[in-house]
């Protein structure tokens, strides 16, 4: 029998979560997408760092972190002296999968009058081989403080990548990395969605391929697309981005109406991300009750990431340039 399997049946996972929650001192985070049911109980729905730095502000003793590996390791590199639990440690990501760190180093040795700017969803091996981490947000505007002279190696995402080299006109050295969700949005499929929908805006994320952003009159992170939705005139968005963010939208603007950007299939089912599905109401249970699976990091891992990390918060709080990106 294993642990979910073990579960006492009729147990009310809401209530004893919430008990756990108390009793552990633990602070519960919620990626925005996660299943309704998680994000509901959460004490932050949020993006990913937005999510770390929140909860390295307060005073709690343990972080469950309801997103993917990469996330939860963010919130252990900015809290060390918390207990991060994952619900489940196979909860990876595609862009993190891609960019193996021995073969990153690798990449870099080849190329060394290059700086290596890299995207936060990578590992913090990574990000420790990294110079500066950027964000969706964040990219664009640390991109304008950087000389226009030097060389530089964009990872993991081709898209994100390929997206800023043609809005800032960047010459930069790609990871070939994709996100499997943001890659699987049908331009056929999307541009008969626009035709049933005259007049509807799309909000693309820019981890989709340049096919989806150019039908897109709005690009963003998730933090960028609720608030494009927040702020548009019109009463219809569609959606090109993991569709489990609508249920924020639907819950904040109920007069208005949201639909997710289909697949190739015309349904939307293939955009759900299959790792942060991984995460259940039991499985959070378990991690709260056990205070497992953890995110260990070695000290000089966690520095070493850090440090990449802080540059980024540095060159993100100056004054130069105005990405209108949003937080990934
Ligand atoms: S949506 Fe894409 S980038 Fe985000 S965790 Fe899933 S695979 Fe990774």
């Not at 998680?38 to 972080?63: C, H, P, Y």
């Not at 909860?91 to 936060?120: M, T, V, W």
């Not at 947000?137 to 994100?160: M, N, R, T, V, Y």
Request: aromatic share 6%.
């Amino acid at each position: 029998m294993n642990a979910i399997t073990a579960i006492p049946q009729g147990l009310d996972l809401r209530a004893e979560i919430d008990r756990l929650r108390k009793e552990r001192n633990a602070v519960i985070l919620g990626h925005y997408y996660q299943k309704p049911e998680i994000q509901d109980l959460s004490d932050f729905v949020g993006d990913s760092l937005e999510l770390s730095r929140r909860a390295a502000e307060t005073d709690a003793d343990v972080i469950a972190f309801c997103g993917v590996r990469f996330m939860a390791e963010t919130a252990k590199i900015l809290s060390p002296e918390k207990i991060v639990v994952l619900p489940d440690m196979d909860a990876g990501c595609s862009l993190e999968d891609s960019c193996p760190p021995a073969q990153f180093k690798a990449f870099r040795e080849a190329h060394p009058d290059h700086i290596a700017l890299s995207y936060i969803n990578c590992s913090a091996e990574v990000k420790a081989l990294s110079d500066i981490i950027v964000t969706s947000s964040s990219a664009e505007k640390i991109l304008a403080q950087i000389p226009k002279d030097q060389k530089i190696i964009f990872g993991p995402d081709k898209h994100l990548g390929g997206y800023l080299k043609r809005k800032l006109g960047r010459d930069m050295l790609l990871w070939p990395g994709v996100c499997i969700v943001h890659e699987a949005f049908s331009e056929t499929e999307l541009e008969k969605l626009k035709l049933q929908h005259p007049g509807a805006p799309v909000a693309a994320h820019p981890e989709c391929p340049s096919h989806i952003v150019d039908l897109a009159d709005y690009v963003g992170s998730t933090s960028g697309i609720l608030d494009y939705a927040r702020h548009m005139e019109g009463g219809t968005l569609i959606v090109a981005t993991e569709p489990h963010i609508i249920h924020q939208m639907q819950k904040a603007m109920p007069h208005k109406n949201f639909i997710g950007a289909p697949g190739a299939d015309g349904n939307c089912n293939c955009n759900i991300c299959p790792y942060m599905a991984l995460n259940t109401l039991e499985k959070l249970y378990l991690a709260l009750r056990d205070l497992q699976p953890r995110i260990e990091m070695d000290e000089g891992l966690r520095l070493g990431a850090k440090k990449s990390l802080d540059r980024m918060l540095e060159m993100a709080s100056g004054t130069v340039g105005q990405g209108d990106l949003g937080n990934r």
